[in-house]
Antibody, heavy 118, light 113 residues
Framework: QVQLQESGPGLVKPSETLSLACTVS????????WGWVRQPPGKGLEWIGY???????HYNPSLKRRGTISLDTSKNQFSLKLTSVTAADTAVYYC????????????WGQGTLVTVSS | DIVMTQSPDSLAVSLGERATINCKSS????????????LAWYQQKPGQPPKLLIY???TRESGVPDRFSGSGSGTDFTLTISNLQAEDVAVYYC?????????FGQGTKVEIK
């Protein structure tokens, strides 16, 4: 059974960089699309972007080019960096897996709350 | 971006009754070359990640009870929960995976009347 687990700081200062990792267990990181989705407290879901195991990426334009997703196949892990954060980036961040380019996310991490505050 | 609009925002249904949630996309999510609708439904309970219920608009994910069903095509879709159970209390989201960026509906909260 595939499992995903997010990790990273729960508190980030405004203007700094948010860094999260997602560790995949129970399966290989190869041959799938790996994504990040966030959910501000009490609000809906926002897609951040994805990385394919080949390294190709795509991001939500709403991030205004602040996001970077990378892959570390040796650790079976992928990561999210979001620069110049503001309070609007406070959210639960989920990592998730899709079984193809045009497939829904079928496996999700439990999510990690990141608060942006000084 | 494809905007996904759900209705209603919330609804209260008696146990054993039917709950119906609608989702409308601002553009068609139907691929005419393969007749697939790139539309999924998720269930999210408090403190939990979304759980995939239905994809291709009407295909139930493995292990999902058959009281959950999806229908629709093009721009208009429906999630029906027949015989509502107490454990179905949750927020439900529609999601298009047809184009980038991927987008979600705003969510519909289902409660027990």
């Amino acid at each position: 059974q595939v499992q995903l687990q997010e990790s990273g700081p729960g508190l980030v200062k405004p203007s700094e960089t948010l860094s999260l990792a997602c560790t995949v267990s129970g399966g290989s990181i190869s041959s799938y699309y790996w994504g990040w989705v966030r959910q501000p407290p009490g609000k809906g879901l926002e897609w951040i972007g994805y990385i394919y195991y080949t390294g190709s990426t795509h991001y939500n334009p709403s991030l205004k080019r602040r996001g970077t997703i990378s892959l570390d196949t040796s650790k079976n892990q992928f990561s999210l960096k979001l620069t110049s954060v503001t309070a609007a980036d406070t959210a639960v961040y989920y990592c998730a897996r899709a079984d193809g380019y045009q497939m829904p996310y079928d496996y999700w991490g439990q999510g990690t709350l990141v608060t942006v505050s000084s | 971006d494809i905007v996904m609009t759900q209705s209603p925002d919330s609804l209260a249904v008696s146990l054993g009754e039917r709950a119906t949630i609608n989702c409308k996309s601002s553009q068609s999510v139907l691929d005419n070359s393969n007749n697939n609708n790139y539309l999924a439904w998720y269930q999210q309970k408090p403190g939990q990640p979304p759980k995939l219920l239905i994809y291709w608009a009407s295909t139930r994910e493995s292990g999902v009870p058959d009281r959950f069903s999806g229908s629709g095509s093009g721009t208009d879709f429906t999630l029906t929960i027949s015989n509502l159970q107490a454990e179905d209390v949750a927020v439900y989201y529609c999601h298009q995976f047809y184009t980038l960026p991927r987008t979600f509906g705003q969510g519909t909260k289902v409660e027990i009347k």
